[in-house]
C-alpha cells in the first residue's frame, strides 16, 4: 500500500521553514513523540521510516506539501542534501538536477566543465544522453563562461557554476 498525504501527516510533522519532521505518534515503540523523524543514509540524505518502509525526507516533504507524491526528482536548490525546506525543494528531471551539482571531485581544471585538450582548455555539457561540444578556448575562465551559457540555455534556474 502506498503511503497517502494523509497518513503521512497523521504520523509526522513537517515545519516548512525548518525542513525538520518530528514524529506525532510514538514509532517503533522507542521512539517518543516530537523526536526528530529520520537519519543520514549512507549517501548524505535524510531517510525516514514509516510502516516499515524508507522514504527520502524531500520526497515525503513534497507529498506533506502538496498532497501528492513528486513525479520527478526533488532537487536541492542550494546543494545541501539535508536542507529540506520548502523553498529549497523543487521539482526536477534528471537532466536538470544533473545540472544542480557542483563540479566533480576528480575534476583538475577548477571549473564544471572544463577539461585540458591538446594544450587549450575545452568545455562541454551533457544534455540528458548527449554529450555538446563548446570548443576550445585559451583559458580556464573563458571555457567555463561556454559551458555556463549553454548551461543556462539549457537548464535555466538550475544551471549551477560548479
Do not use: C
Request: proline residues 2%; charged residues 25%.
Amino acid at each position: 500500500m502506498e503511503l497517502t498525504a494523509e497518513r503521512l501527516r497523521s504520523r509526522l510533522n513537517y515545519n516548512p521553514s525548518t525542513g525538520i519532521f518530528t514524529w506525532l505518534v510514538r514509532s517503533n515503540g522507542r521512539v517518543p513523540v516530537g523526536s526528530v523523524a529520520g537519519s543520514l543514509n549512507g549517501v548524505g540524505y535524510i531517510d525516514i521510516g514509516i510502516d516499515g518502509k524508507i522514504y527520502r525526507a524531500s520526497r515525503l516533504a513534497w507529498l506533506y506539501m502538496t498532497g501528492e507524491w513528486p513525479q520527478k526528482t526533488v532537487d536541492h536548490e542550494n546543494l545541501l542534501k539535508i536542507d529540506n525546506r520548502w523553498e529549497n525543494l523543487r521539482e526536477a528531471g534528471a537532466s536538470k538536477n544533473g545540472a544542480n551539482r557542483r563540479k566533480l571531485k576528480n575534476n583538475t581544471s577548477g571549473f564544471k566543465g572544463v577539461a585540458v585538450n591538446r594544450g587549450k582548455w575545452s568545455a562541454s555539457i551533457r544534455v540528458g544522453y548527449k554529450s555538446i561540444w563548446l570548443g576550445r578556448h585559451d583559458t580556464p575562465e573563458e571555457a567555463h563562461a561556454a559551458y555556463m551559457a549553454a548551461a543556462k540555455e539549457h537548464f535555466g534556474e538550475f544551471a549551477h557554476a560548479g
